[in-house]
């Protein structure tokens, strides 16, 4: 008897894509209900979002999209078999701990997979969509804060998924793509106000594109070119430019300007709604204003936090942030979460953002005083234009910001760091030189030994105290 369904045989690349994401998802769940206590700012998060189950006000420091979500994790996590041993009540209520990590646990998961999509997106290469998947995958910072209760991991979410988006309907032309970016890009700035850095870089490329090709070539000359399409390795520069111009001034008020707009305007009604006194429109804007004064009183000093950080400092991970220490046994052994990024892979994604920028810096200078206009060849340069533009409107914002900031901060800049690592590791991978293959491999062999080697402070597993003083490499990690 034939047998009437195919067998199923993934390739090799689509292969690669499940294993990632099924070990970014295993580690993300694994002990996930340890420490029966609030961990770091679960202590804010979780208990706002029980807050909303009892009908509790209170005023939150952020935009309240997170929290709606914790507590929607909180309401299905009833339904799950429960470890008397990791039950609480600190939230108010008696809950499981796992019941408010777990969806910030599977939306963890999906991160390797959506920059990946982005990758992919803006290259067309199955080689840097790999390599940026697993480079993230490896990261110490993504994967602490996938694993508490905490908002930083959804901002990021809905901003690379809003981001995505809109390179899509790039590519595609679909309507619906955009109006789903915009809205997803206004859930971004949802959850922190920060968020809406990721809208700020679709911003900046769609107005670098106009100014570009509208008032330095000319509207005609645009109209031909927008019609040539991507070569297989996305080196039609124009192109990349030419793509942001299908979307009309109208277009891009209408959908990414208006509609993030009323998005986030919507989020806020259903908090509103449970804490009677905001509930008008004249108490929206109140509690706009709250919010930004509150942020404008905290300071900046060791005496605010101890693991306050400058944006400069995020660079080179200077001062990483406890989120959680305990000694415990008769032998000392030593329990520690640390938010850190996976230090190795850190450093060269930093140097991979200097690379370019020097790269972009110096072919300027010889077009400008040596008329040499292709003295350098750039690979991908409407990528790299698309990585710099986003890592900077991420990064450079928090130079204005006179409070306390952390380290975690960095997380959304970080993630375009990681991509201009990936397309540089593949460029060498690529290339027929031996020596350049031998450099590629050695960053990523180093990049999950490096991963392993950390992984107890990423995971909370114990540690003794020599094994944990090997780890903090500088005092300023402590």
């Known amino acids: 008897m034939l047998n009437r369904f195919p067998k199923l045989r993934p390739t ?23 420490f029966n206590e609030l961990v770091f700012d679960e ?21 309240p999209l997170s929290h709606y979500l914790i507590a929607l994790a909180m309401g299905l996590g009833q339904f799950f078999p429960v470890n008397p041993e990791q039950v609480n ?11 408010y990590r777990w969806l910030n646990a599977l939306t963890g ?27 993230v995958a490896l990261d ?77 070539q000319g509207w005609a000359e645009q109209q031909v070119n927008s019609l040539e399409p991507l070569d297989g390795n996305g080196q039609n520069n124009h192109d990349f430019f030419s793509r942001w111009l299908t979307i009309s001034p109208f277009k891009f008020a209408l959908w990414l300007v208006l509609i993030p707009a009323i998005t986030y305007s919507v989020i806020w009604i259903p908090h509103l709604l ?83 920028l020097g790269t972009i810096a110096w072919q300027k200078i010889s077009q400008f005083f040596f008329n040499r206009t292709n ?7 409407g990528v ?3 990585i710099v533009v986003n890592y900077a409107a991420n990064l450079l914002p928090w130079l204005g910001i006179s409070r306390c900031t952390f380290f975690y901060h960095y997380l959304t800049a970080y993630g375009f760091s990681i991509l201009a690592l990936a397309l540089i590791l593949a460029t060498l991978l690529d290339s027929p030189q031996r020596s350049h293959r031998i450099i590629a491999w050695t960053v990523l062999t180093l990049v999950a030994i490096a991963f392993w080697y950390w992984s107890p402070v990423f995971l909370g597993m114990p540690l003794t105290p020599k094994g944990f003083a090997l780890r903090m490499l500088f005092p300023s990690w402590i």
């Open 12 to 34: 090799p690349y689509q292969a690669s894509i499940v294993a990632i994401f099924v070990f970014s998802l295993v580690i993300r769940f694994w002990n996930l209900g340890q």
């Open 43 to 63: 202590v804010y998060y979780a208990k706002f979002a029980s807050d909303y189950w009892l009908g509790n006000d209170f005023f939150p420091s952020h935009p």
């Open 89 to 99: 009540d600190l939230t108010g209520a008696v809950r499981s701990t796992w019941s």
């Open 109 to 135: 998961a999906t991160i390797p997979l959506l920059l990946g999509a982005i990758a992919y997106l803006l290259t067309q290469r199955r080689l840097v969509t790999l390599l940026t998947m697993g480079l």
């Open 140 to 216: 110490g910072l993504f994967l602490v804060e996938s694993r508490y209760a905490l908002n930083n991991i959804y901002l990021v979410f809905f901003g690379l998924l809003g981001q995505a988006l809109v390179l899509w309907h790039l590519r595609q032309g679909k309507l619906w793509q955009l109006i789903l970016g915009g809205i997803s890009l206004a859930c971004a700035g949802s959850v922190k106000w920060n968020g809406f850095a990721f809208l700020l870089g679709i911003y900046l490329l769609w107005a670098i594109a106009w100014f570009r090709t509208v008032f330095r």
């Open 274 to 356: 449970m804490n009677g006194e905001y509930a008008s429109l004249e108490g929206f804007w109140r509690i706009q204003r709250q919010t930004w004064q509150y942020h404008r009183r905290v300071g900046n000093s060791p005496d605010i936090h101890p693991y306050c950080s400058p944006w400069y400092s995020w660079l080179v991970m200077a001062r990483p942030i406890a989120y959680f220490y305990q000694k415990s046994g008769k032998f000392g052994l030593i329990y520690d979460v640390h938010a850190m990024a996976n230090p190795i892979l850190l450093w060269f994604s930093t140097g991979a953002m200097g690379l370019l």
């Open 375 to 381: 003295s350098i060849n750039v690979p991908l340069r």
């Open 384 to 386: 790299t234009l698309y």
